[in-house]
């Protein structure tokens, strides 16, 4: 299926590994010119030139989200190097750490990195045709999970943001939307790690699952190409739950 997003640029932080690696490789699968970071420079060279070889433009910086100067700079020469912004994906997390340090973490990276995020790239938005926001969040956001911890809170923060700034947004023209994964296996990912050292919890998570196996990136990725293209573009205020059935509540 063509998403008809050929020309369009976007702009994913933490891009060079995992969901976000998937989402910014999707999209320019799409013919997206696409820019991210991620706090490892050699980590962002690699992912560009990766990302570069599908016949795109690609941009790369090094960046911690959770530094607000540092973030606008970034939507700045990302702007400046695709000419403008069209989608914009907020999909850094600061963890799950635990201890005050850790809500700080959070704080920073999920919900104040995506507030920075919006408002550096919102008056490049408002020039775009077919803009949209895609915003990463959790299914430990929707349910209880493992206990009560900053991730879980702070990422149901970035939901109910998410859904308000729908609704300040749309006589924009600005879709926004937020996407929540449950288990996600990636290689060398969180769910890999409790897999080698906490199988039993691995197995029960995935006896959880009705589908029988945890998701791939690549199966997120895929709604947040359609969200941000134009066959997407009566979507907005939506948060799009991808978890195999993990979730127990009635979707409604």
């Not at 706090?39 to 690699?46: E, G, I, S």
């Not at 963890?95 to 490049?124: K, Q």
Request: aromatic share 6%; glycine share 12%.
């Amino acid at each position: 299926m063509d998403l008809k997003l050929k020309g369009n640029r976007a702009l994913v932080t933490g891009g060079t590994k995992g969901i976000g690696r998937a989402i910014a490789d999707a999209l320019a699968d799409e013919g997206c010119d696409v820019a991210i970071c991620s706090r490892t420079d050699a980590d962002v060279q690699t992912a560009v030139e990766a990302l570069q070889a599908k016949g795109v433009n690609a941009f790369g910086q090094a960046v911690d989200v959770g530094d607000g100067e540092a973030l606008k700079a970034w939507v700045a020469a990302a702007a400046d190097a695709l000419g403008g912004v069209d989608c914009l994906v907020s999909n850094v997390s600061g963890g799950n750490a635990p201890g005050e340090e850790g809500w700080r973490a959070n704080f920073e990276h999920d919900v104040l990195g995506t507030v920075r995020l919006v408002e550096a790239a919102l008056p490049l938005l408002e020039s775009s045709e077919n803009a949209s926001i895609a915003m990463i969040s959790s299914t430990a956001a929707l349910e209880k999970f493992i206990g009560a911890n900053a991730y879980n809170a702070m990422k149901g923060a970035m939901i109910q943001y998410s859904g308000a700034l729908a609704q300040d947004l749309g006589p924009k023209g600005i879709r926004v939307n937020s996407i929540c994964p449950g288990p996600i296996f990636i290689e060398g990912g969180a769910w890999d790690n409790i897999k080698q050292h906490m199988r039993a919890f691995f197995d029960q998570t995935e006896a959880d699952i009705p589908l029988g196996r945890l998701g791939r990136a690549e199966e997120v990725a895929a709604q947040v190409a359609l969200l941000a293209s134009p066959l997407g573009s009566f979507t907005t205020g939506a948060n799009l739950v991808i978890d195999g059935g993990f979730t127990k509540r009635i979707q409604y």
